[in-house]
């Protein structure tokens, strides 16, 4: 199947501080990618919905301002947290859809990113 | 909305027997429905994706069928291994334009040596 790279695996952060993630398509073109949070134990719930040149599309409840999304390229999606607090700990997972190879059907994802909030 | 529920929570078997998870769903109008395997703080993995069109997909040892008019999906694992121990997850997406993936709770497996 196709491979989402997703960078880092893990990462510590103070509080107030912002982390990026980067999540890539590497061997296929993805329109769109999806950003998803799982808290331990937990089904994952998605976040919002990235596509390529334009505005993400945020899940209610989550503040766009607080996680941004940037698609910038066929390949690449990016999910910054900006001043990340302790409750912002979680598993992020991205996934993206192979917009030619399984007719856009099949999801796959990412190794996904344990943030720790300090 | 949709909804999707996967029963049980939890399964422990020994090693040798064959697993059946059970997935379902509250709206049938489904697009398709593709079953995951979790290890634990890794990603997902693609296991089988069954169109709405099928019945059922076959991978090695695995076998899922899809049943949309009563809205259920089960995950079958012939001959089940300790490495098959894991969260199984199956997600439905509603319809072409509809891009999101609902996610069952998922079924954690503990294949027992």
């Known amino acids: 199947g196709a491979v989402v790279s997703q960078h880092p695996s893990r990462v510590i952060c103070k509080s107030g501080t912002s982390v990026k993630i980067e999540c890539r398509s590497l061997d296929f073109q993805a329109t769109t990618m999806f950003w998803y949070r799982q808290f331990p134990k937990q089904s994952l719930m998605l976040m919002a919905t990235s596509n390529e040149g334009s505005k993400a599309t945020y899940e209610q409840g989550v503040e766009k301002d607080k996680f941004l999304i940037n698609h910038a390229s066929l390949t690449l999606s990016t999910l910054t947290v900006t001043s990340a607090h302790p409750e912002d700990s979680s598993f992020y997972i991205c996934s993206a859809r192979d917009r030619v190879g399984t007719g856009g059907t099949e999801a796959f994802f990412g190794q996904g990113t344990r943030l720790t909030v300090v | 909305k949709q909804e999707v529920t996967q029963i049980p929570a939890a399964l422990s078997v020994p090693e040798g027997e064959n697993l059946v998870l059970n997935c379902s769903f509250t709206?049938?109008?489904?697009?398709?429905l593709q079953w995951f395997r979790q290890d634990p703080g890794k990603g997902l993995t693609s296991l089988l994706l069954?169109?709405?069109?099928?019945r059922e997909q076959t991978s090695g040892r695995l076998n899922a069928s899809l049943d949309k008019s009563s809205g259920r999906s089960t995950l079958y694992i012939a001959a089940s291994q300790p490495g098959d121990s894991a969260t199984y997850l199956c997600a439905v997406r509603l319809g072409a334009a509809g891009n999101k993936l609902t996610f069952g709770g998922g079924t954690r497996v503990l294949v027992k040596p």
């Open positions: 069954i169109q709405s069109s099928q």
């Open positions: 709206d049938s109008a489904i697009y398709n």
